[in-house]
């Protein structure tokens, strides 16, 4: 078996290839062009191992490689560091690193989605981005009728709002600048909106989605971002495995007789642990028992210890949830 370790550019790769002696068999650097990619698998000896690590371009590189090899891996970028050299960093290091831990047996992996899941998380990513730009133009908007001494309260996302705003008596410019404001938050509104037809329409005929909506605090977007980052919950074990996935489960450090208990740790599922920190008020203040016990925590550890427990509070029945598939 020999092993192959990508360091994964825009524009190059750079390919090491090691035999499971752990000897050199060739190091080069490659275009990205999917031509010249697919000459320089038929050169790698078989059979081979490969893995690249999870730079936000792997896609296309991943989808080649599994038509060569049925080994392949997406290194945790995260973890790799710990095997870094911290005083020399290059191309070439970076891949011999990569295909010297495959070959030791020791790579710090992540499950690699499926294409559809890719698909639907670039969908939802789509629609998070979309709310942002939209959100960002209205604080502008805002930000530029307080200079003005002009009212700003209210909820600029409803199009009855953006109406009222009364531009009598401006000067041209600041028209101007206001109906571009307008112009752009109608435009995103009307985006978003057919981005949530398409997200509903996939949600409909997916058993474990219909089951989410079940759950206080999760519509068909959140659903369906908790269970595109989940992948398959049969990959937990356990739902402390989950909840340290999502990035739920603070640090812990122990040695001795001292244990300490950090800040959340950062190796996580960003969009995850944030869509839950975000509907959790919502499965709160579904039933009394989950109330009380966000009161009681935010009484003696403050309001974001408690919002973090109740979160997970959440993520125990989603877990349930997929994995009874009830």
Not at 110 to 117: E, L
């Amino acid at each position: 078996m020999n092993y192959v370790g990508i360091d994964l550019h825009k524009e190059t790769s750079w390919f090491y290839v090691l035999n499971d002696k752990g000897q050199k068999l060739d190091s080069k650097n490659v275009s990205n062009k999917i031509t010249e990619l697919k000459k320089y698998f038929e050169t790698i000896p078989k059979p081979f191992q490969l893995a690249v690590e999870t730079t936000y371009n792997w896609y296309f590189m991943i989808d080649l490689a599994q038509e060569y090899t049925e080994h392949v891996y997406l290194a945790n970028s995260y973890e790799l560091k710990a095997f870094a050299k911290r005083n020399k960093k290059t191309d070439k290091i970076d891949a011999q690193l990569i295909a010297s831990i495959l070959q030791k047996g020791f790579l710090p992996s992540v499950t690699i989605a499926n294409k559809h899941t890719r698909e639907i998380r670039e969908l939802l990513s789509c629609r998070i981005k979309l709310v942002s730009d939209r959100s960002r133009n209205i604080y502008r908007l805002k930000n530029l009728l307080d200079k003005i001494g002009r009212i700003s309260t209210g909820d600029f996302t409803i199009l009855a709002n953006l109406k009222k705003i009364n531009t009598n008596s401006l000067p041209s410019n600041y028209k101007i600048v206001i109906e571009q404001y307008k112009d752009i938050i109608i435009f995103l509104k009307k985006e978003i909106y057919k981005l949530d037809k398409e997200i509903a329409i996939i949600a409909q005929y997916d058993t474990d989605i219909c089951n989410l909506l079940s759950i206080p605090g999760l519509g068909n977007f959140s659903a369906l971002l908790v269970k595109s980052e989940i992948i398959d919950i049969k990959r937990f074990k356990s739902f402390n495995r989950l909840c340290a996935y999502a990035g739920l489960a603070p640090r812990v450090s122990a040695s001795a007789n001292k244990i300490h208990h950090g800040p959340l740790n950062k190796n996580r599922r960003k969009h995850l642990q944030w869509i839950l920190l975000e509907v959790c008020f919502h499965f709160i203040k579904s039933e009394k028992k989950y109330y009380d016990k966000y009161l009681s925590i935010r009484q003696r550890k403050g309001h974001n210890t408690a919002k973090v427990a109740l979160a997970r509070e959440m993520l125990k029945v989603i877990y349930a949830v997929l994995k009874e598939r009830r």
